[in-house]
Structures are given as structure tokens and as C-alpha cells.
Nanobody, 126 residues
Framework: QVQLVESGGGLVQAGDSLRLSCAAS??????????MGWFRQAPGKEREFVAA????????NYADSVKGRFTVSRDNAKNTVNLQMNSLKPEDTAVYYC?????????????????WGQGTQVTVSS
């Protein structure tokens, strides 16, 4: 059974940094065959794309709102994907979700992703 578990969320002040991690298990195929995405959902808003790491040795993809501040990375040996978030802003406050897309190209479309974690809360105070 596929399981994605996010960690690293918390309450920080504007300008601070946080590092989120997502541990994946139960994939029937090699982890590197999955694009891994990060999405977020603020109260009363739609879930939106944040960043993704393409499958199969591909690169990364970011939402314009986080470019230059967030960095996504993956460790295929450990089946993990991380999101380093710097210069956090109050508008980054949301529940952050990790998602997996087999043979994915790092799409910003949440419908592309077959598996989702439960999310971790990030709160940025001003």
C-alpha cells in the first residue's frame, strides 16, 4: 500500500525558513519512476501547485509565487522528497501535501497525481 508521510511543518515568523520532508513507501515500482509534487491548500482556497521534481532523472518545476524562495529535492536511495522553504511569507500559510505521479513530468495539475499524503501545517506569522 502506497504511503506518503509529510513532516517538518510548524509555526514560524515571516522571513524564516522551514524544511518539509515526505517519506514514501509501498510503491510497487522504483521511486525514481515517480514525479513527486508539493501542493498546498489555505483555508477557503483551492489546493494549488507549489513545486515538483520530475521522474526519471528529470528536473524541477515551480509555481511563480515560490520561485527563488523554495527548492525541491529528492533522495531516491531513501525514497524521500524535500521542500526547502526560505523567506517565508504569511501568504505561504497552508497545509502542504506531498503527491506522487508515476512517470510524471512534474505537472502543476493535481489531477495528474495518483497518491497523496495527509499534509503538514505551515503557519507563517507576520
Amino acid at each position: 500500500q502506497v504511503q506518503l508521510v509529510e513532516s517538518g511543518g510548524g509555526l514560524v515568523q515571516a522571513g524564516d525558513s522551514l524544511r518539509l520532508s515526505c517519506a514514501a513507501s509501498g510503491f510497487g515500482r522504483p521511486f525514481d519512476r515517480y514525479a513527486m509534487g508539493w501542493f498546498r491548500q489555505a483555508p477557503g482556497k483551492e489546493r494549488e501547485f507549489v513545486a515538483a521534481f520530475r521522474c526519471c532523472g528529470g528536473g524541477t518545476n515551480y509555481a511563480d509565487s515560490v520561485k527563488g524562495r523554495f527548492t525541491v529535492s529528492r533522495d531516491n536511495a531513501k525514497n524521500t522528497v524535500n521542500l526547502q522553504m526560505n523567506s517565508l511569507k504569511p501568504e505561504d500559510t497552508a497545509v502542504y501535501y506531498c503527491a506522487a505521479d508515476f512517470l510524471g513530468r512534474g505537472s502543476a495539475g493535481k489531477a495528474q497525481y495518483e497518491n497523496w499524503g495527509q499534509g503538514t501545517q505551515v503557519t507563517v506569522s507576520s
